[in-house]
């Protein structure tokens, strides 16, 4: 190990056992070579490591803040900078919560579909996501356990932390998302067979699991029974998820099928 460190030093934490027991390894950033390993992640272990081994210009470290004031007392003259995985990460955040502020401009109905039938379907449920989150929210503004809300609202726990924890926008986008259900890439062949003669279900639901459908038989009854009421949802124009959109846009050209290529370029002629 040298005297000195080197002038690119990058300082991350590591796992000896995951939630329990966590390390500090050092590297050279310029060469990708380790240059020491310490038995914990903690200021005093990682600040008389910098006294010892001088020299570091740059150092690049995650958001611990036990490695910031290790170098903030050992190193100060040393220029701090995130480390590339924590800025793309950021910037990966950044991007997905920009998607989502703006996909209502992604939604594009197809020619069958009826815009107010699909706004009625989703109205119910986003309403009571609302109603929902303002509960929950202004139980716990008033001192209630976790516990105690899902007591008077008769929610289980991890319903009433999901409520707690997440802003309602994200709530209603990721409502919206399940709303499109597992049939829906397949409902234009289900009218089609239907109003060629096909009234069958258990003969519909074959065809769709053979074209891929993964639900069960009692969705597509479901449908086909509301096609005969003639009440049934036309087929809709699938919105991309934000997350998709977040990961067509953060990786690299080359590592994107032809139908994600496709599909960026779509959002992209959008948005712009």
């Known amino acids: ?56 210009e740059i150092i690049c470290r995650d958001r611990l803040m036990a490695f910031t004031k290790a170098i903030r007392q050992a190193a100060p003259d ?3 900078v995130a480390d590339r995985w924590h800025l793309l990460q950021n910037l ?55 516990n105690a809300i899902g007591r008077r609202l008769r929610l289980d726990r991890k319903t009433v932390r999901r409520y707690r924890s997440k802003d309602l926008g994200g709530l209603l ?35 769709v699991l053979a074209l891929g459908y993964t639900g069960g038989y009692h969705v597509v009854n479901r449908y086909v029974a509301a096609i005969r009421k003639g009440i049934a949802i036309p087929a809709r124009a699938l919105t991309p998820s934000p997350r998709d959109i977040t990961s067509w846009i953060m990786r690299p050209e080359e590592t994107l099928s032809p139908s994600d290529i496709a599909h960026a370029g779509t959002v992209e002629n959008v948005t712009w």
């Open 1 to 56: 190990m040298p005297a000195r460190a080197p002038r690119i030093l990058g300082i991350d934490e590591f796992a000896f056992r995951k939630g329990h027991t966590y390390g500090t390894v050092l590297v050279d950033v310029e060469s990708s070579r380790p240059v020491d390993v310490l038995p914990d992640r903690e200021t005093g272990t990682v600040a008389a490591w910098l006294q010892e081994h001088p020299g570091a």
């Open 78 to 80: 040393a220029l701090e």
């Open 92 to 146: 990966s955040t950044a991007v997905e919560k920009t998607c989502r502020r703006h996909r209502e401009c992604l939604r594009r109905p197809t020619a069958s579909e009826s815009t107010t039938a699909l706004v009625t379907r989703e109205t119910a449920l986003l309403d009571r996501i609302r109603r929902r989150h303002a509960e929950v929210n202004e139980l716990a503004a008033t001192g209630l356990s976790l």
């Open 173 to 207: 986008a990721s409502a919206q998302d399940r709303g499109h259900g597992l049939l829906d890439p397949f409902i234009e062949h289900v009218q089609h067979r239907f109003q060629a003669g096909c009234t069958s279900s258990m003969q519909l639901y074959r065809e």
